[in-house]
Structures are given as structure tokens and as C-alpha cells.
């Protein structure tokens, strides 16, 4: 299923403060559960997570786990330290778990 949008429309929640468990639960499709998780950073990993999807706002996005596990893959190549635990295994089953994603993003509102 090829949509044709736009990662930043996909991703507007993040783009316009949306909270880290709301940008992993579109970032991982709603694989990721951040109370199950500790990490000492997860403040700068949120802004790494919205600068890379700002960075890339005007990509397409197919809409697809995959393009989901890619745009995660990018956030890990930019954060360029470990990773929160669990992102390297959701990442692989995203790829092989391959679809249209699951979670939504919310309906954007008119200004």
C-alpha cells in the first residue's frame, strides 16, 4: 500500500511537542513501551527523534513498518551513542514484520 505523504506528516505529532511515549509509539509502531524501560537519556534521544524527522520532513513516506525501521535506523546513526534497549530488536522485527503501519498519527488540526 504506497501512500504518497510526506514524513513530516506522518510524523506532525513529533514535529508540534508530541511526548516521548507518543513519539515511540508512532516511531516503533507501537511496539516500544517506554515503562517497561530504563535509559539514562531519554531526554536528549526525544530531541534527537525530532530533529531527524524534522531534517527529513519532506521525504516520502510509504506509510510501511519499513520505512518505519528505517527512519528509527537514521535516528541511531544520528544519536550516535547506545540506544535505548529493545530499539535494535524492534527495529529487526519491523523490517521482517513488514505492512502498513498500525499506529495512525492523529488528525492534524487547520491553524
Request: proline letters at 5%; glycine letters at 8%; aromatic letters at 8%.
Amino acid at each position: 500500500m504506497e501512500t504518497k505523504q510526506k514524513i513530516g506528516t506522518h510524523f506532525h505529532e513529533v514535529l508540534n511537542g508530541a511526548s516521548l511515549e507518543r513519539t515511540l509509539e508512532l516511531l516503533t509502531d507501537s511496539e516500544f513501551v517506554l515503562a517497561y524501560s530504563s535509559f539514562g537519556d531519554w531526554p536528549l534521544f526525544h530531541k534527537c527523534c525530532q530533529d531527524v524527522i524534522r531534517q527529513r520532513a519532506q521525504l516520502n513516506f510509504s506509510g510501511t513498518r519499513r520505512d518505519v525501521c528505517q527512519l528509527m535506523g537514521n535516528i541511531q546513526r544520528e544519536y550516535g551513542r547506545p540506544v535505548p534497549k529493545g530499539l535494535d530488536f524492534i527495529s529487526r522485527k519491523l523490517r521482517e514484520t513488514d505492512g502498513p503501519c498500525l499506529v495512525r498519527p492523529k488528525a492534524a488540526v487547520a491553524a
